[in-house]
């Protein structure tokens, strides 16, 4: 009696298992009970759902910063090869090292914001609330809207 008993606990251990191998696909199949052992295994379920959402949107946010940053060293290298390949005026070498700088900063523009959402999901940035004219920001928000507007004859 006692063995049928801790059945669902041994279901919950061995996807326990599973999961710490990195199997974040498991869940527990039990019928629905609501006894303590039926709502510990609603409470895995939805709490493995989360870490599988959680470390999706990981993957997807590392992929799109790697993405972010790859573009702009793709561009530096490919006009460092291209200036490279043979003898250029100075104006062509000034030229690559000037756009080597522009994407220089936007990489490090990048990097801070990465830094930045890094230090805030710590804890430790400190958001500060600063009073906002509204009548100023809705004015221009309506003059570009009509500006839009405009252009497809509709009037705001």
Same mark, same amino acid.
């Not at 801790?6 to 061995?14: A, C, G, N």
């Not at 006894?35 to 759902?49: K, Q, W």
């Not at 793709?74 to 070498?93: A, Q, W």
């Given at each position: 009696?006692?063995?049928?008993? %801790?059945? =669902?606990?041994d279901k919950? @251990?061995?996807? *326990? &298992?599973?999961?710490? *191998?990195?199997?974040l696909?498991?869940r +527990?199949?039990?019928p629905a009970a609501?006894? /303590? #052992?039926?709502?510990l295994?609603a409470t895995?379920?939805n709490?493995?759902? $989360? +870490?599988d959402t959680?470390?999706?949107q990981i993957? &997807?946010? @590392?992929?799109?910063a790697s993405?972010e940053l790859?573009?702009p %060293?793709?561009?530096? !290298?490919g006009?460092?090869?291209?200036?490279l390949? $043979? =003898? $250029?005026s100075?104006?062509?070498? !000034?030229s690559? %090292?000037e756009?080597?700088l522009? /994407?220089i900063?936007r990489? @490090?523009?990048?990097v801070?914001?990465l830094?930045?959402l890094? $230090?805030?999901?710590?804890g430790?940035?400190?958001?500060e609330? +600063? =009073?906002?004219?509204?009548e100023?920001?809705?004015?221009? #928000?309506?003059? &570009? *809207? !009509?500006? +839009?507007? &405009?252009?497809?004859? #509709? /009037?705001?």
């Amino acid at each position: 009696m006692a063995g049928r008993a %801790l059945r =669902p606990v041994d279901k919950i @251990t061995l996807a *326990a &298992q599973r999961i710490a *191998a990195g199997d974040l696909s498991q869940r +527990l199949s039990m019928p629905a009970a609501h006894d /303590e #052992i039926g709502r510990l295994a609603a409470t895995f379920n939805n709490m493995i759902g $989360r +870490l599988d959402t959680s470390f999706r949107q990981i993957r &997807q946010f @590392t992929s799109d910063a790697s993405h972010e940053l790859r573009t702009p %060293l793709t561009v530096m !290298k490919g006009e460092t090869d291209l200036v490279l390949r $043979r =003898p $250029r005026s100075l104006d062509d070498y !000034k030229s690559v %090292l000037e756009s080597n700088l522009e /994407e220089i900063d936007r990489m @490090t523009r990048i990097v801070d914001e990465l830094l930045f959402l890094s $230090r805030a999901d710590m804890g430790e940035v400190r958001v500060e609330s +600063l =009073p906002v004219a509204m009548e100023s920001l809705v004015e221009d #928000i309506h003059r &570009q *809207a !009509k500006l +839009l507007a &405009q252009d497809r004859n #509709i /009037e705001v």
